[in-house]
């Protein structure tokens, strides 16, 4: 790519910045947030601007690249906050001691929800959880030793399952 396409997308990167910064803010709903992924956007636009292609849409390219730091952020979030331990007899998680609920009330749904997942087999609860979680299909299946299509129907007959015992909760 010459260096004259590139001083011009990098022109069109800084122009496109208060597009970035509201779409950013549409994903975070925090204006400190909006920034730091905005900037982190364009520190990895910069660093990748030679696999972009003449034929692309440059702002669609940029607002995918922001989407996606912003997906693996919380998917690292949730991760961080959340550690699975896999034993020879069933699955534990180590939650933080701040459930985030102001009320015993609020968190009586999160007892009913988890009542019902620990009502599951392990074949079903382990690879739903992860899901839950934010694992992503074939992370879950290399980490279980599993078919992608086996858990795929697992998760699927859990979150169906689910949706059944919960449909009249209120």
């Not at 972009?52 to 952020?73: C, E, L």
């Not at 961080?80 to 609920?101: A, W, Y």
């Not at 009502?119 to 694992?135: A, N, Q, R, T, W």
Request: aromatic share 12%; glycine share 2%.
């Amino acid at each position: 790519m010459s260096s004259k396409i590139k001083k011009s997308l990098r022109q069109n990167l800084v122009e496109l910045q208060p597009n970035m910064l509201s779409f950013a803010m549409t994903l975070t709903a925090n204006r400190n947030d909006a920034r730091d992924l905005t900037q982190e956007t364009t520190l990895k636009a910069l660093t990748n601007i030679d696999k972009f292609y003449n034929n692309m849409n440059f702002k669609g390219w940029i607002f995918t690249i922001m989407h996606n730091i912003f997906v693996n952020n919380y998917r690292r979030a949730i991760r961080i906050q959340t550690i699975i331990h896999l034993t020879d007899n069933s699955q534990f998680l180590d939650l933080p001691q701040e459930s985030g609920f102001e009320s015993p009330e609020s968190s009586f749904s999160i007892t009913e929800i988890n009542g019902i997942l620990n009502s599951f087999s392990d074949e079903y609860k382990v690879p739903f959880s992860m899901h839950l979680l934010g694992y992503k299909y074939e992370e879950i299946a290399k980490q279980l030793k599993l078919p992608l299509g086996t858990v795929k129907c697992r998760i699927f007959y859990a979150r169906k399952r689910s949706q059944e015992l919960l449909k009249d909760y209120k």
